[in-house]
T-cell receptor
Framework: GAGVSQSPSNKVTEKGKDVELRCDPISGHTALYWYRQSLGQGLEFLIYFQGNSAPDKSGLPSDRFSAERTGGSVSTLTIQRTQQEDSAVYLCASSLDVPHSRLRNYGYTFGSGTRLTVV | KQEVTQIPAALSVPEGENLVLNCSFT??????LQWFRQDPGKGLTSLLLIQSSQREQTSGRLNASLDKSSGRSTLYIAASQPGDSATYLC??????????????FGQGTILTVHP
């Protein structure tokens, strides 16, 4: 598609349930990011996928969080045993990443996010 | 560790004013710097991208500058309009080390332009 697509746009779940959030990046973009934005807070980095390299998971807040990227395209962020503090907007971004090529003009395109509410 | 700071945190101006939003970063090892706009309840919209080799970019009423040596970027909005009301975020794209490629965001400037 023309942009980054995230689904669902809104998700309400009960505390303790598992949820899956989906991100469809722009076709051909090799870099994919997940960020979290809590109410009134800035953007928090969660995880970064780049091509076939091992993902950078350094931002995941706990082992209840995991993410996969299948076939270098679609990504799924899974939160197990959700807690109320997991309530936030989860944003996905993709980029045409060209390492070591400072002459290439690349930036990040964000999806509209998934608003997760844990009750 | 890259830290990005935006000043002011909030700004309220009457329509028609020219204004400047400031962004500073602690690590000059960035590839590019990107300015985004976020409307309430929405995702991020990219406004301008400045490559590390560039000093400024312009799009319509927006002009963004980058000074890597001083670790600063500014976003200039000319002839502000109520439709410009949003949160403006700057983000550095880290150039190396374990943070390669990561976007590091500032906390944003909440802009309100009133008629």
């Amino acid at each position: 598609g023309a942009g980054v697509s995230q689904s669902p746009s809104n998700k309400v779940t009960e505390k303790g349930k598992d949820v899956e959030l989906r991100c469809d990046p722009i076709s051909g973009h090799t870099a994919l990011y997940w960020y979290r934005q809590s109410l009134g807070q800035g953007l928090e980095f969660l995880i970064y996928f780049q091509g076939n390299s091992a993902p950078d998971k350094s931002g995941l807040p706990s082992d209840r969080f995991s993410a996969e990227r299948t076939g270098g395209s679609v990504s799924t962020l899974t939160i197990q045993r959700t807690q109320q503090e997991d309530s936030a907007v989860y944003l996905c971004a993709s980029s045409l990443d060209v390492p070591h090529s400072r002459l290439r003009n690349y930036g990040y395109t964000f999806g509209s996010g998934t608003r997760l509410t844990v009750v | 560790k890259q830290e990005v700071t935006q000043i002011p945190a909030a700004l309220s101006v009457p329509e028609g004013e020219n204004l400047v939003l400031n962004c500073s970063f602690t690590d000059s090892a960035i590839y590019n710097l990107q300015w985004f706009r976020q409307d309430p309840g929405k995702g991020l919209t990219s406004l301008l991208l400045i490559q590390s080799s560039q000093r400024e970019q312009t799009s319509g009423r927006l002009n963004a500058s980058l000074d890597k040596s001083s670790g600063r970027s500014t976003l200039y909005i000319a002839a502000s309009q109520p439709g410009d009301s949003a949160t403006y975020l700057c983000a550095g794209i880290n150039a190396g080390g374990t943070s390669y490629g990561k976007l590091t965001f500032g906390q944003g400037t909440i802009l309100t332009v009133h008629p």
